[in-house]
């Protein structure tokens, strides 16, 4: 029961890691290797939704479920936004935390490893959270 019913809990299962992980080793390689998600940059539709958040946002917190290598959460933190990224590869947070730090924006990019079944952060605490291919990817 529990957790396991839920939304994208397949997915998360180790053999889904174990796939992320080795993808993320393979670093900016990976992309030849097929694996072709995006390192940097950002889609024109989050660029729209930042519009939306700029015009709605409290606290200047938004949040990225599986945020990857942190392409997202750094266009969020250049146009002013407090960004806060979770994703459950340890490497991939890991080069987040790399191109952050190159950006010069560690202070503005709060980035964990963790699980986005069960996120460990207090509700209502981000006005805005962004889902690139978690969810509906799978």
Known sequence: ???SNL???IFMKETGKQFFEEAYKLGDKRIEAGLGWPIKGVSDEVKDFLKTAKKTSK???VLDLGCGEGRICIFFAKKGFKAYGIDFAKGAIERAKKFAEEEGLSEKIN???GNV???PYPDDFFDAAVDWSVFEGN
């Open 1 to 3: 029961g529990g957790s």
């Open 7 to 9: 939304p994208g809990a």
């Open 59 to 61: 606290t200047g917190k």
């Open 111 to 113: 980035l964990k490893v």
């Open 117 to 119: 079944l069960a996120l």
